[in-house]
């Protein structure tokens, strides 16, 4: 039988494991929730499932407020309640809540690291770059960098509208 120093180390994480990290589990669940029912709702608008979306938020919340106090209460927390917990809150406060949203969607902006790639790909790189390298005053400044400028703004903008798969 392996000794405690030889086990893997993610036993020692599962050992470890607190009543508050169930909580923690339960706001991540919310939040997956949420997701999913709003994934239900754009393949099939019934207002049933907008509600269970919108009642998961609140719910996860819940969930997140008192994770921190039971972890405080009893003393008590682990490396993985400590990961699981930044992980949940993007879940459920990041993701869930973004069932519309306005701008281009994020990964859009793999476009751009495709044109990178292309231009190094062509040995275009550097003052190389197409529209070259402009000197000014004592740093140099490359025109493509106002393809990250563009990108950003479509990201944000209002007017712009493209369907979200």
């Not at 990290?21 to 049933?48: H, I, K, Q, R, W």
């Not at 509600?51 to 819940?62: D, E, G, M, R, S």
């Not at 000197?135 to 106002?146: K, R, S, V, W």
Request: charged letters at 15%; aromatic letters at 14%.
């Amino acid at each position: 039988m392996a000794t405690p120093q030889e086990r893997p180390r993610h036993f020692s994480m599962l050992r470890d494991l607190q009543l508050a990290d169930f909580f923690t589990l339960a706001n991540a669940a919310c939040g997956m929730g949420s997701v999913f029912f709003a994934m239900y709702y754009v393949a099939e608008p019934m207002l049933t499932y907008f509600y269970i979306a919108a009642a998961l938020a609140p719910a996860a919340f819940i969930f997140d407020v008192l994770d921190g106090r039971i972890a405080r209460w009893r003393h008590a927390h682990s490396a993985l309640g400590r990961e699981l917990d930044s992980l949940s809150d993007i879940i459920s406060f990041g993701v869930g809540p973004a069932k519309y949203f306005e701008g281009t969607p994020i990964p859009t902006s793999v476009v751009l690291t495709g044109i990178l790639a292309w231009c190094a790909a062509a040995g275009r790189i550097g003052d190389a770059l197409p529209a070259g390298a402009w000197l000014i005053g004592p740093g140099t400044f490359h025109p493509m960098a106002l393809l990250f400028v563009l990108s950003g703004s479509f990201m944000i903008s209002k007017t712009l509208r493209i369907p979200k798969f």
